[in-house]
């Protein structure tokens, strides 16, 4: 299924979700139209019940260019007419829209400036052999701005600074020494390894999984005490759920779970 400017992909196939850029012409870069249409594709996974899991892939040689440098709508954060000053935002899954289901990066090519920085917000990052990455951002003459809050907590400090402070591109092997990438593939077989780790996810109750990811991403900013508390509230909330009556009666059961999602 397709959405409206056509721009991005979204298939839904036994609870996972495969969201595919398709700007090949321009690397997947992104414009105004590009912008809306991978929010429309996101904001479709996070409220889709079906939808447990996504990978989000590329059409033709890149992942993700970055923004579309010869457009004027390529601001990712969005238009700002006559203001000189970005205004804050959290407008995508990129600036931090809240999906706590997981998503798994598919780098089949360029991963470039925003590209990159949606990929310190997937949980896992599978690398073709023909990947690589870099936030040029510096070299032409713009900071990076979520990328830079981002990445160093990814790979640490030194890594981060060298990709953010250089510009300068790195390939697949490289990326999954620092880090950045979880595993290398040969590039025929990415969207099988992409969708094996889907199939793996989906055999986990989605309801404890998205409970557990928000545990880990809202849980450093909180004090420990906190953390716990609110944790501890999420179980509750979790265990009145069928999926977790579920669990129980299989296990009783000695039969593997059917999960529902609710
Ligand atoms: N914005 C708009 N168009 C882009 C683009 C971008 N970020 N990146 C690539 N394109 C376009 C090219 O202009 C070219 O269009 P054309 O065929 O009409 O000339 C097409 O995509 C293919 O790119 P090309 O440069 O010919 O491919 P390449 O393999 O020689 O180089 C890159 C690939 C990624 C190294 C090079 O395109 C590049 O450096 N792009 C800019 C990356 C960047 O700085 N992104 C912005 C981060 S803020």
Not at 31 to 56: K, Y
Not at 90 to 110: Q, R, T
Request: with cysteine; charged share 25%; proline share 5%.
């Amino acid at each position: 299924m397709t959405d409206p400017a056509g721009l991005v992909d979204y298939a839904l196939d036994d609870h996972v979700a495969t969201i595919t850029y398709r700007r090949p012409d321009r690397l997947n870069a992104i414009d105004g139209a590009m912008r809306r249409d991978i929010n429309a594709a996101f904001d479709r996974f996070r409220g889709d019940d079906d939808a447990w899991v996504a990978i989000v892939t590329g059409s033709g040689r890149a992942f993700c260019a970055g923004a579309d440098l010869r457009s004027e709508t390529g601001n990712p954060a969005g238009d700002f007419p006559g203001s000189f000053w970005e205004r804050p935002t959290v407008n995508s899954f990129e600036s931090g829209w809240e999906i706590f289901k997981p998503v798994i990066a598919a780098v089949n090519g360029y991963c470039l400036g925003y590209g990159l920085t949606l990929l310190t917000w997937c949980d896992f990052v599978i690398a073709s052999e023909r990947a690589s990455f870099a936030f040029p951002e510096v070299t032409v003459g713009i900071p990076t701005i979520v990328g830079a809050l981002r990445l160093p907590q990814r790979i640490g400090w030194h890594h981060a600074m060298e990709l953010l402070l250089t510009g300068e591109r790195i390939d697949a092997a490289r990326a999954a020494e620092i880090g950045l990438a979880g595993r290398v593939v040969p590039h025929e077989s990415l969207m099988d390894e992409a969708r094996a780790l889907a199939g793996r996810l989906t055999k986990a109750a989605p309801l404890a999984q998205r409970a557990t990811k928000e545990m880990a991403v809202r849980g450093p900013a909180m004090g420990p005490v906190d953390a716990i508390r609110f944790g501890e509230t999420m179980r509750r909330v979790a265990a009145a759920t069928e999926d977790a009556a579920e669990g129980a009666t299989a296990a009783r059961e000695r039969r593997a779970p059917v999960w529902r999602g609710r």
